[in-house]
């Protein structure tokens, strides 16, 4: 809880991107206090870097892409909801291509990594977002809210499927729950969509391999679904993955309703707009003195809008 982690050692892994449907490369290497999560385009000349940081958001149609100086980087949430939920704060993730593998549509893949390349702390205090007063945003029938308290997500979908319809999952966060309860869950789809994604060329990676897939009366999937209320779980995953484009940890409990990656980023710029609703908190006074020192590095990615 009081001092930044990175990774103890590099790790490597490989697979399918979603969209293209081709193989890529990552490499996630350790990285040094206030550096913050930045992703690399190794496949590209010069090699540019992107914190993950809600002002570098370009799309938010089916993923998160960030973008920055021209090039993008699409489907970083479930990277960055592992590496969050892990209390993961600095690192360098190298991608060798516009978007990061799939694997099996959840986050469990990165945890398991993650938790076997091991964590190091390291000697700078670890900062957070303490939520003052409750922060709320409406669009049509989707809404977020965040409010002080524990840290803990609370999310609910409602779809006409028959297998999904209402259904709402709330967690507390800390590593043990976010690692056993909502990094295995997988992203969905239906599969007329899936049909119509791929006729236009896209999804192309897209399996029962890699998502869970529903026709009119239920799931595609041979082995069925690994929790009754899988989607809404998944739907917590993208949540805090989308929220660690804050930069810091947030404390604070959030609801949110029928939410989507474009209400999650939307609601984290006018959330930070609304500056007398939080502030940046460092949790012990050794550290508190040090947190002047901390707001003039460059991890927030500048100032927020
Ligand atoms: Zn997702």
Redesign the pocket.
Known sequence: MLWQKTLAQPLSFSGIGLHSGRSVNVTIAPAGANHGLRFVRADLPGKPEILAHYTRVVNTTR?TTLGEGGFTLSTV??LLAALRGLGVDNARIKVEGPELPIMDGSAAPFSGLLTAAGLRQLPWPRAYILIRKPVEFKQGDQWMRVSPGKPSITYTIDFTHPLIRRQRYSVSLGTESFCSEIAPAR?FGFLKEVQHLQNQGLALGGSLDNAVVLDDNGVLNPGGLRFPEECVR?KI??AV?DLALLGLPLLGRLEVGRGSHELHCTFLQLLMRQETAWRVWVPTPQARQRQSAWLQTPLWGGAPA
Do not use: F, I, N, S
């Open positions: 993923a949430e479930h992203t998944h995953l993208d993955g």
